[in-house]
């Protein structure tokens, strides 16, 4: 009777803690509606415009064919992959997680917001793969059961297979596959954690493929009901782990080891290797200040410079699709310049007393802050170069490399122009 009364009471803890959470949730939300700030354009609707309106524009180069087993395991798969990668910051790695359990926040209410926050990731996946058969008018019930499907699945077996990855790494299991990892033991015990994406994968993919035949509707009411299941199930692990691997969660972040003694300026290695000793300081120094200031900046390089290149390599042939790649990695090159000339712009208040008794000259700084802005711009500039270089006929990539190279120099003298000096 007693133990009756205290799961009740934790039940009750935990729906009050849950809607507390998501009310929170709504009013950040709200927030950022009502007063955008600068991080919530370039961080977040910067890259969501940029990925919808390359999927639109591949049109039909980006929609597999339904109609065949391959076409519909490959929706599957696209429609998997972000949310069976995305599973384990969501559920172990958001910024108040800390916070949070310190407040005494029950790890039910915790799982059901996270689980909620990876649904909705999973929904909106399936609605951006739906846009190319949107926009070529195609029939939408055979992809929308296809997605559906492959949603629910990889939603719930990345869950289930994060959570216990998590449960077993906090038990002290090991892994039967921490062999494949190396003979480094820290490797192979993160080895359920660093493979946990894989059968969630495999299940969407199984979804996509099974989903279609008599009874479509039924089928995807049976496979909701599993998942449902199978969530359950994940919920009861995540609450078992958290407590003693949510401690471990932060350790599991790759650092690289540092390359000189603390008491030394490291100016790196490979290509900023070769600038002048002084020049390769202010390099150094100057991407310190730009990582923490502008970290948006760098961030959107590698999701610009995939979709883009995606598009080409899908739909090089169409002016229309250049033309949107160009514009988006123009627009960001753009970003990335005003990012170095507001470096030079708060340099202004402030006297640089360090660099003129270190005797750096203003070549040395130009040079410096150039390598910055031309390193910011080749994650952009050198996948796009390479697959436009193949793709599209009709115009050399060079000039890609050569106007990110004029670009960065352009902004760097305007960003020392700005500071004054």
Known sequence: MNGDLTQRHRDTESVSALGLLLRLDARRLADSVRRPRAGVWLGFALPVALVVGGVWLGGAALRPDVDTGDGRILLGLLASAPVAFQAYPVLFRPEDDALLRRLGIPPGALFAQRALRLLLLSLAVAALFLLPFIRTREPLGTP???LLAASLVTWAASLVTTSGAALGMADGRKSSLGGLMGPDAGL???ASLVYAPLPPLVGGALAARVALGPGVPVRVAVIAALSALWVTLAGRRFARALPRFAPLSGELAYAPPPTADASELVIGRGL???LP??????????AVVVDRRFRWAGKLAAPVGIIASLVLLRAGADPEARRWVAAACIGLL???GAAVVALGRGERPRLRWIDRALGLRTIDRLIGRW?????LAMGVVLPVAFVWSFTVTTSPAWPWLAGAALGSLTAAAASLAAAGR
């Not at 390598?371 to 390193?375: D, I, P, S």
């Open 188 to 190: 192979a015990a993160a």
């Open 272 to 274: 900023p290797a070769l």
């Open 144 to 146: 929308l059961g296809i």
């Open 371 to 375: 390598a910055v802005g031309f390193g």
């Open 277 to 286: 000793r002084r020049a390769g300081a202010v390099r150094a120094r100057d």
């Open 334 to 336: 753009v970003m990335q």
